[in-house]
């Protein structure tokens, strides 16, 4: 972990699903602008054409590989103008801009290196190894290039010449200073989107942190030996995991020590990053890091945590998102993954928010695409985002702005109207109304990639077959390994029916995990929880805190008796006096036991109808809507509404007090305040509405 703390500073900060500059809500919301792709005669034309759309920031990729000219020796605009990036921070400053930086060490970028020098690339000692001991290859346009290991500490040591270059040129732009306000900590950390369980890191470097980890974690090589069921006489016996092979319960912590493993080298490789950065003179503002989308490309289903640690990470950092492409026709995988990030992150923000398509996408959408996700994300809790790409470029398309800064007035509309109902809804004062949080359980999730028996390359290029690195019920096994039923495979199916029926009782809810901390689920006042026989024990023990000062929790179908370590943990059973089924006292709290799916909606009922009444109603059981309240006053509302199908739809908005007054948000009109409010929706549409109530 870390070893520098995050300094805290009373010009930035962090908090509350806020980013506060000066104290006060801060609108994060721009686009990406790669300066050393474009001609530099043409910056200040582009950035004006930026800030004529609305957006207050720019959001900047710093590539190694494009400024290293050899070992030690960049170029920061004496050879090729274009490269002068202090030349580009301070112009952005001059038009207004906040600047977030993005200086690797990876960015990808559509970069042939993905932003490393060749050199690095060519570095055998610095490849990443598979379960077979042969290097990982990312496949990619327009060539594949060597996946590299953040375990080895040459890799560090190469980067900090890296930072050593660039860092005191943004210590100079960093705010108050300057506009510089956040940095992004490397990029997308997926293993090189080789996500496979045993597709990587088997290099030496990796297996030497993995013993420490168990060592660590175990506290002696007999604790090892007796997690694991077997005998080890030394810690350089003790070997991950390379295929699955598990057959009952007592088999299963070797497997699920290597999920935890590749959770924590993920965190642990950005926590050293991070400390490179804040030893360089970045300590003074926030450092976040952003993960690939968590479902697979286009929005497969499956599970969404492991490898990806998000609560884990923002220890270390100051906030996490998810980077989100995607389209009109997939709405539930933009709600699922920006209400993960609402329920998990101090602030939910995307890093990489579509705007234009790589060249060799295969279903890129249009721009009626890029609007319905846009507020489809925005109605369920994002509050910034930076538009990826702004400007065309090469290996990019249809970007608002052209190269030559010249603008394409249809998408500068679209993307300008989203930013005007920003500030029209006054965004960055409103908060998501979700007394209810559905956790993905961690456990479950790491089983369900263990449990995966085929291993397939990244699938960064995104062919048309329907297998990938994202475990899926093709590729996971079947069996039940000793339980009532494949956990690896039930939890999906139980997690979908709690989710459909939190849907259709209209209960405002957020996703979240189980690695979230009694501060975190304190701010719901219901929790949701798949539970099968077994759970970690920490999770047990949170969960029966929760509940002791006044939460609520649902639970099922069984009350887990198992640790993750398959040894006996009944802190949960305890806590409910050995009762397995109904609902139980604890506390100032209750749980409810529910046995089958079919037993959700009774229960979910009795227990939501004990939240008060809604403030706003939507009628149409098609559509799903939304509520933000303003922090400083309750009647301030805003209302969401989504038509996620390909027909027409029509709903009848009530509110339990009167409507004094109503804005369509998108055009600005003042509506009729007479109730009920109706409203027509097309096909694929999102409407938002802030209402005054009486």
């Not at 270390?316 to 993954?337: A, C, P």
Request: charge should be negative; proline fraction near 6%.
């Amino acid at each position: 972990m870390g070893t520098v703390p995050l300094e805290k500073t009373p010009q930035l900060e962090v908090a509350n699903q806020r980013f506060l500059i000066e104290g006060e809500p801060g609108a994060l919301y721009g686009g990406a602008v790669h300066y050393w792709r474009l001609d530099r005669e043409k910056w200040s034309e582009i950035l004006d054409a930026v800030v004529a759309m609305g957006y207050r920031m720019i959001s900047i990729y710093i590539p190694w590989e494009v400024h290293e000219l050899e070992r030690g020796r960049f170029d920061f605009g004496e050879i090729n103008p274009a490269n002068d990036i202090d030349a580009f921070l301070s112009l952005c400053e001059e038009k207004g801009l906040r600047i977030v930086v993005r200086p690797g060490p990876q960015i990808n970028s559509e970069l042939t290196g993905f932003g490393y020098p060749q050199r690095i690339l060519a570095d055998e000692s610095l490849h990443a190894r598979n379960a077979r001991g042969t290097r990982v290859v990312l496949t990619q346009a327009p060539r594949p290039i060597p996946a590299l290991s953040y375990a080895a500490d040459k890799f560090f040591e190469e980067t900090a010449l890296w930072y050593d270059a660039i860092c005191p040129i943004l210590a100079r732009h960093a705010y108050p200073r300057g506009g510089l306000v956040a940095c992004q900590v490397d990029n997308e950390m997926a293993y090189f989107f080789g996500l496979n369980y045993y597709s990587s890191d088997y290099s030496e470097a990796s297996i030497e942190k993995y013993r420490a980890f168990l060592a660590e974690k175990y506290g002696s090589l007999a604790g090892i030996s007796k997690a694991h069921r077997t005998r080890y006489d030394a810690l350089e016996d003790v070997d991950p995991p390379r295929k699955f092979c598990a057959r009952q319960p007592g088999d299963l912590p070797v497997y699920l020590d290597w999920a935890q493993y590749r959770e924590n080298y993920l965190v642990d490789s950005i926590a050293r990053l991070a400390d490179m950065l804040r030893e360089r003179g970045l300590a003074s503002i926030p450092l976040f890091h952003n993960y690939p989308h968590p479902l697979g490309p286009g929005g497969a289903s499956s599970n969404f945590t492991t490898p990806f640690n998000l609560i884990a990470l923002e220890r270390v950092v100051d906030f996490v998102g998810f980077d989100v492409y995607s389209r009109k026709e997939l709405f539930q995988h933009v709600r699922t993954v920006t209400s993960y990030v609402s329920g998990s992150s101090r602030y939910p923000y995307i890093p990489e928010f579509i705007a234009g398509v790589w060249a060799w996408y295969l279903n890129p959408g249009d721009l009626r695409d890029e609007e319905f996700v846009t507020k489809a994300a925005l109605m369920h809790g994002i509050k910034g985002f930076s538009r990826y790409m702004l400007v065309e470029r090469d290996r990019w398309l249809d970007s608002p702005i052209r190269r030559d800064g010249t603008v394409r007035e249809d998408k500068a509309h679209v993307f300008g109207q989203a930013n005007r109902m920003l500030d029209r809804l006054d965004w960055q004062h409103m908060d998501l109304l979700a007394p209810v949080a559905l956790l993905a359980n961690r456990d479950y999730d790491r089983l369900e990639a263990a449990s995966v028996l085929v291993s397939f390359p990244g699938d960064f290029l995104e062919t048309p077959s329907t297998f990938s690195e994202y475990p899926n019920i093709l590729t996971v096994d079947e069996s039940d390994i000793g339980f009532q039923q494949p956990v690896q495979l039930a939890k999906r199916d139980w997690f979908g029916a709690w989710y459909e029926n939190l849907e259709r009782s209209r209960a405002g809810f957020v996703i979240s995990d189980t690695e979230a901390d009694l501060e975190l689920l304190a701010q719901r006042r219901i929790v949701v929880l798949t539970t099968f026989e077994f759970l970690s024990a920490q999770t047990q023990r949170t969960l029966v805190d929760y509940v002791r000062q006044g939460g609520t929790l649902i639970i099922g179908p069984t009350v887990p008796t198992l640790g993750a370590d398959m040894e006996p943990c009944t802190i949960l059973s305890d806590a409910l006096g050995g009762n397995s089924a109904g609902s139980a006292e604890l506390g100032e709290g209750s749980v409810h036991v529910v046995a089958s799916p079919g037993d959700m909606a009774a229960v979910l009922g009795r227990v939501l109808a004990g939240l008060g009444e809604t403030l706003v109603t939507v009628d149409n059981q098609l559509l799903r809507s939304t509520i933000h309240l303003n922090s400083a006053n309750p009647k301030d509302v805003v209302v969401f509404i989504a038509n996620p199908t390909d027909e027409p739809q029509t709903a009848t908005v009530t509110a339990e007090t009167p409507i004094v007054a109503c804005q369509d948000a998108w055009s600005g009109e003042q509506l009729s305040s007479t109730e009920p409010l109706m409203c027509e929706l097309l096909p694929y549409t999102v409407h938002a509405f802030r209402i005054a109530l009486d």
